[in-house]
């Protein structure tokens, strides 16, 4: 099984400053890494997929890098809506896994 | 527009069984491998089960192996969960999810959840 370690589990920041996300795998999983959204009471939403593809409607601020076992999520500037919980998966094989999270907080 | 709509959660004994749906619309759903991702009570995501769109294709999280089921009725455009022996620790909001593009184990729609409580 492909574990899965974000870090921070905590990122405490203010509107308008860089947020960066850290998604280590325990082994290789060439670029088949994918970062979700979740807010309180609502389902999580696909935000990058394939390490650094955009999905539909999200927004030019977020952006994804990485392949192999390093990986990163940025936030260019945050916005009051960015405040929530990251999530990043691997789909290179099974069972497909995700890792612990990182909570974006208000400073 | 995709729209996925869970229903089936509630509250199950330990060793009960429950079933749940996904009712899928706004999308051909016979064409998409769909999923089941659950979130334990302020915990984080765990994938559950996937499905191929032929159903050719199954695999299971070793959590749930043996005692899940996942199936489909592309005739009737759902998703199903045969949850059975369950455990305190299933006890979980369970999300209904398909793959974002014609392939590739991500999940790009979501339902919004059903409710899946164990306890005696």
């Known amino acids: 099984e492909i574990v899965l370690t974000q870090s921070p589990a905590t990122l405490s920041l203010s509107p308008g400053e860089r947020a960066t996300l850290s998604c280590r795998a325990s082994?290789?999983?060439?670029?088949?890494l994918v970062w979700y959204q979740q807010k309180p009471g609502q389902a999580p939403r696909l935000l990058i997929y394939?390490?650094?593809n955009r999905a539909t409607d999200i927004p030019a601020r977020f952006s994804g890098s990485g392949s192999g076992t390093d990986f990163t999520l940025t936030i260019s500037s945050l916005e009051p809506e960015d405040f929530a919980v990251y999530y990043c998966?691997?789909?290179?094989?099974?069972?497909?896994?995700f890792g612990g999270g990182t909570k974006v907080e208000t400073k | 527009e995709v729209q996925l709509v869970e229903s089936g959660g509630g509250l199950a004994k330990p060793g009960g069984s429950l079933r749940l749906s996904c009712a899928a619309s706004?999308?051909?759903?016979?064409?998409?491998?769909m999923n089941w991702v659950r979130q334990a009570p302020g915990k984080g995501l765990e994938w559950v089960s996937s499905?191929?769109?032929?159903?050719?294709?199954?695999n299971y999280a070793d959590s749930v192996k043996g005692r899940f089921t996942i199936s489909r009725d592309n005739a009737e455009n759902s998703l199903y969960l045969q949850l059975n022996s369950l455990r305190a620790e299933d006890t979980a909001v369970y999300y209904c999810?398909?793959?974002?593009?014609?392939?590739?184990?991500?999940?790009?729609?979501w339902g919004q959840g059903t409710l899946v409580t164990v306890s005696s």
């Open positions: 999810a398909r793959i974002r593009g014609s392939s590739g184990w991500d999940f790009g729609y």
């Open positions: 706004g999308f051909t759903f016979s064409n998409y491998a």
């Open positions: 499905i191929s769109h032929s159903a050719d294709s199954i």
């Open positions: 082994q290789s999983i060439s670029d088949y």
């Open positions: 394939d390490a650094s």
């Open positions: 998966q691997q789909r290179r094989s099974w069972p497909l896994t």
